[in-house]
């Protein structure tokens, strides 16, 4: 079935369409881990999913897609695994480049990035500048990416700011001003496949009021057709940040 394309509304005719998706791919390994497959089978076919999903999202009213690639925790695998997960890194990056310059994707991508080798951190700046005036998708890649990790970096950055007498008196948007995500507007769904239930350090700050939807469905098994039924869903929710 196509996936649903229609505007989102309320009754009283507000659009519900969610502006920002952010998604923590989760289930590769355990998806193929099932079919008696090495897990990296099952991290190159999430790979695919995700040109996938980057490609519906315009259609069905997201401008904005973050997604957890990779996280700070995500080091204690084996290094076969880490090892083949930055290759499938940079061929993603070196071969889809040209169709995203091409389809108005934005690409940007957040996480410390001292602990990548240099050829990856090269193709993520290259692609980045290449990207950097589309406008049909803004598309952010987590990758040594941990929410805690974030929120340190920018309170030392936070913190020198205000040595050097820029900030007197701190507030959220100053912080929020040193985040990775800085001028990145909040997600406002987030979820989790695989059937986990925990946020896993991904987004902290940033996803304080954004709703949440976690859903069985292994990452590579994740269509298209899975996203529009959950934004059918996010728009039947009542979202009232604090109020009444």
């Known amino acids: 079935m196509a996936a649903e394309t229609a505007p989102l509304l309320l009754s009283g005719g507000v ?21 008696g497959w090495p897990r990296l089978v099952g991290h190159r076919r999430g790979a695919e999913r995700v040109k996938q999903i980057v490609r519906a999202c315009p259609d069905l009213g997201v401008n904005w897609l973050t997604v957890y690639a990779f996280s700070t925790e995500n080091w204690k695998r084996s290094t076969e695994e880490v090892l083949g997960l930055m290759k499938i890194f ?66 030392t950055r936070l913190a020198q700011k205000i040595a050097r007498g820029e900030i007197e008196t701190p507030t ?23 059937g986990e239930t925990r946020t896993s350090n991904f987004l902290p700050w940033q996803a304080a009021y ?24 996010f728009g039947m929710r009542d979202r009232r940040f604090g109020g009444v």
Not at 104 to 117: A, M, Q, S, Y
């Open 172 to 194: 959220e948007a100053d912080l929020s001003a040193c985040l990775d995500t800085a001028g990145h507007p909040d997600p406002d769904l987030v979820i989790r496949t695989s």
């Open 15 to 35: 659009d519900q369409r969610p502006r920002h998706v952010a998604i923590i791919m989760d289930g590769n390994g355990r998806w193929a881990t099932e079919r």
């Open 90 to 155: 940079r061929r993603y990056i070196q071969y889809e480049a040209e169709g995203m310059a091409a389809e108005g994707v934005r690409l940007r991508f957040i996480g410390g990035r001292e602990r990548l080798d240099d050829k990856l951190r090269a193709l993520m700046s290259s692609i980045e500048a290449r990207t950097a005036g589309n406008t049909r998708l803004n598309l952010t890649v987590a990758i040594n990416y941990g929410g805690r990790d974030e929120l340190t970096r920018a309170s």
């Open 210 to 233: 954004a709703e949440y939807e976690f859903t069985k469905t292994l990452w590579p098994d994740f269509t298209p057709d899975h996203l529009a039924q959950i934004l059918d869903r």
